[in-house]
C-alpha cells in the first residue's frame, strides 16, 4: 500500500510530462529549452514559473506585461549572476556547479509544463604521473649494468 501511494505522488508530481534529462561538464553553461508555442498557449493573464527542486522559485515570466524576472538570491545566492532568461522562456545557466544538478520545472499556475533532470558532472583534475626511485638499491642497479 505504501508503495502504491508513493508511486501515486510520483506522478502526481510529474503527470503526463516527460523528463527531459541533460548533462553538462561543471564550468560549462547549459540551456533548459523551452518551446515557444507552449508559452504562446498559456493565458495571457498567468505567469510561468521556473523552479529548482520543486520549491525554490528562480524565474518568472509575467505573460500580460511581456517581463521576466530572476531570482539568482534563492539558496544562499547559489545562482547569483548566472542565470538567464530569453525571449522564448528558455532558462540559461553560465558557469555551472555541481550543486546545480538536480529537476528543473517549468509550470503555470496550474500544470506543469517542462522537467528537467539536470545532472553537472565534476571535472576530473589532471593526473601527476610520478616514479619513486628511492627504494633502488645500488647493488640492485650494478646487476642492472652487468
Known amino acids: 500500500m505504501f508503495i502504491f501511494f508513493c508511486l501515486s505522488l510520483w ?6 510530462v516527460a523528463v527531459k534529462s ?11 529549452n523551452i ?8 493565458e495571457k493573464d498567468d505567469q510561468i514559473q521556473w523552479r529548482f ?5 528562480i524565474a518568472l515570466i509575467y505573460r500580460q506585461k511581456g517581463k521576466t524576472k530572476v531570482y539568482d538570491d534563492v539558496l544562499e545566492e547559489r545562482f ?7 525571449q522564448t ?6 558557469d555551472t556547479r555541481t550543486t546545480d544538478s538536480g529537476l528543473y520545472e517549468v509550470k503555470n499556475t ?6 528537467f533532470s539536470l545532472t553537472v558532472y565534476a571535472r576530473l583534475s589532471v593526473p601527476v604521473i610520478s ?16
Open 80 to 86: 547569483r549572476g548566472r542565470l538567464e532568461l530569453d
Open 22 to 32: 541533460v548533462s553538462v561538464m561543471e564550468g560549462e553553461s547549459v540551456t533548459l
Open 53 to 57: 527542486r520543486h520549491i525554490f522559485l
Open 110 to 115: 496550474s500544470n506543469i509544463l517542462y522537467t
Open 131 to 146: 616514479r619513486d626511485c628511492s627504494s633502488l638499491s645500488s647493488s640492485s642497479l650494478r646487476s642492472k649494468a652487468n
Open 89 to 94: 522562456g528558455s532558462l540559461t545557466i553560465t
Open 11 to 16: 506522478s502526481g508530481v510529474f503527470g503526463d
Open 35 to 42: 518551446d515557444v508555442n507552449t508559452v504562446e498557449t498559456v
